[in-house]
C-alpha cells in the first residue's frame, strides 16, 4: 500500500486561492490514478477531481470545473490540486486516493487513502 499525505490545507476567504499536495510513500503512484474527494461531517464523500496514471484523463466535479486543477508530478510521487475562486461551500475535509490506473468517480473503488486534509472558506 502506498502511504499518502495531504497538505496545503488552511483557512482562506471566498474568492481565494490553495494549492493541496498529496505526497505519496512507499510505493511510486505512477501506474495510479489519484483522486481528490471531500467530505464534510454527516455527509457522504464527495468526488472532486481525478487524474489517470499518466495524466491523460481529468476528470472534475461539475461544482468545481473551471476553478480546481487536478495535475501530477510522478517524480515526485505528488498530486496536486489547485483551488482558484473558493467558495464557502467547498469548506470540507479533502481526501486524496489511490486506484490503479484509471480514474473513477466511486469512492469505493480507491484502495488507498491519505488522512485529509481541512480547507476552510469563510465569506
Known amino acids: 500500500q502506498a502511504a499518502l499525505v495531504e497538505s496545503g490545507g488552511g483557512l482562506v476567504q471566498a474568492g481565494g486561492s490553495l494549492r493541496l499536495s498529496c505526497a505519496a510513500s512507499g510505493r511510486t503512484v505512477s501506474r495510479y490514478a489519484m483522486g481528490w474527494f471531500r467530505q464534510n461531517p454527516g455527509n457522504e464523500r464527495e468526488f472532486v477531481a481525478a487524474i489517470a496514471w499518466n495524466g491523460g484523463v481529468t476528470l472534475y466535479a461539475d461544482s468545481v470545473k473551471g476553478r480546481f486543477t487536478i495535475s501530477r508530478d510522478n517524480a515526485k510521487n505528488t498530486v496536486y490540486l489547485q483551488m482558484n475562486s473558493l467558495k464557502p461551500e467547498d469548506t470540507a475535509i479533502y481526501y486524496c486516493?489511490?486506484?490503479?490506473?484509471?480514474?473513477?468517480?466511486?469512492?469505493?473503488?480507491?484502495?488507498?487513502w491519505g488522512q485529509g486534509t481541512q480547507v476552510t472558506v469563510s465569506t
Open positions: 486516493a489511490a486506484r490503479l490506473y484509471f480514474t473513477d468517480l466511486d469512492p469505493r473503488k480507491y484502495d488507498d
